[in-house]
């Protein structure tokens, strides 16, 4: 696979020299019996930088969706969610199957749902219908074409929130990705959150982890509910210290991947100005929209996977997805462009 160009995620990323060493090196214990001071650290440290009362580990970032929505929501309630939220998308229907909530779906512009929306939508509460328990944004937004949800407009949904009394979760997968493009530092929008997940496997470049940030509460329920999803990981310090480096060394990194992603979308748009919604492409992610060109999506890909460049086409898409990352160079991204070029 090594000289192919792999565009499909920001997940393929293989672990640093600097990752595995710290791998091997790191101070373990059990860490379902709270004793992995590797984890307890990492857990320690995001906390602080997110500004939150405490955090923890999770294998990914789904199942750090399912314990935050399961720790503010019981069963049977609702969460009002974008239309497009990864989580009513691409974690299986985990949220219906395994905590018993309904999806409520608003209609999504970019990234946002806007605080009229969810001041409309919250339900007054009655015996009749089931209470919304949470309000659920994504940022960067991941079927919005990795657009950044904007601050003000966060603060608005938030205060709406609080007026209601209703819980926001914020699906913050790569949110580092989202102060790397705006500079606003990621704890402001994790302040209008009452808890929030983000990854290490992603952008930032880690193997496996995500990490779930909030009061010591929710935390406290959110720890139950991984353990009874499966996720107790024992000496996970192995991973949490690849996890580690990730977040000491991946943020600074990301605005090499979100120009990339320009040059790719730059590029794309001189080829035919309608495949590409330029401004949207405003982190690490280039949506092409197939309808100027003769092609399915999975015809591209397929024919784009015979010149060396992996993407990905989501079932019965109109787009093929683009993702720059640490393991995708400047000449890598030339490359790309010639044959996405050629290809179409
Ligand atoms: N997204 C993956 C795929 O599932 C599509 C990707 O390659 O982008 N929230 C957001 C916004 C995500 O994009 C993802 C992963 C998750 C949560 C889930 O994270 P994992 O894959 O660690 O469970």
């Known amino acids: 696979m090594d000289d192919l160009i792999d565009l499909r995620s920001d997940t393929v990323t293989r672990p640093t020299p600097e990752m595995r060493r710290a791998m091997a090196e790191a101070e373990v214990g059990d860490d379902v019996l709270g004793d992995d001071p590797t984890v307890n650290e990492l857990q320690e440290m995001s906390a602080s930088l997110l500004g939150k009362e405490a955090a923890l580990f999770v294998p990914s970032g789904s199942m750090g969706n399912q314990v935050c929505l399961g720790a503010l929501a019981p069963p049977g309630s609702e969460v009002l969610c974008h239309d497009r939220a990864h989580f009513l998308h691409f974690e299986g229907g985990a949220a219906a199957a395994h905590l018993g909530l309904m999806m409520r779906t608003l209609p999504g512009h970019g990234a946002v749902i806007s605080h009229d929306q969810v001041r409309a939508a919250v339900r007054p509460g009655s015996e009749h219908t089931p209470r919304t328990a949470v309000v659920a944004i994504e940022n960067t937004h991941n079927s919005a074409g990795g657009s950044v949800f904007p601050l003000e407009e966060a603060r608005a949904v938030a205060e709406v929130c609080r007026e209601r009394g209703v819980p926001v979760h914020l699906d913050g997968a790569r949110l580092f990705n989202a102060q ?77 991947d979100h120009a990339n992603a320009r040059r790719l979308a730059e590029g794309l748009a001189d080829l035919h100005p309608d495949c590409v919604d330029l401004a949207g492409v405003e982190t690490n992610m280039v949506y092409v929209d197939l309808q100027p060109f003769s ?20 079932p019965g898409a109109t787009s093929v997805r683009l993702v720059t990352h640490r393991d995708v160079s400047n000449e890598d991204t030339e490359r790309a462009l010639e044959v996405l070029k050629r290809v179409l």
């Open 180 to 256: 790397a493009a705006t500079g606003v530092p990621a704890r402001e929008w994790a302040a209008c959150a009452d808890s929030l997940s983000f990854c290490f496997s992603k952008g930032l470049g880690a193997p496996i982890g995500s990490m779930v940030c909030s009061t010591a509460e929710i935390v406290s329920d959110a720890h139950r509910l991984r353990k009874r999803l499966g996720g107790g990981m024992r000496q996970a310090g192995v991973i949490a210290a690849a996890a580690r480096v990730a977040l000491e060394t991946g943020v600074e990194r990301l605005v090499e």
């Open 295 to 314: 092609k399915s999506a999975v015809e591209l890909r397929d024919l784009l996977r015979e010149h060396g460049v992996l993407t990905l086409a989501f």
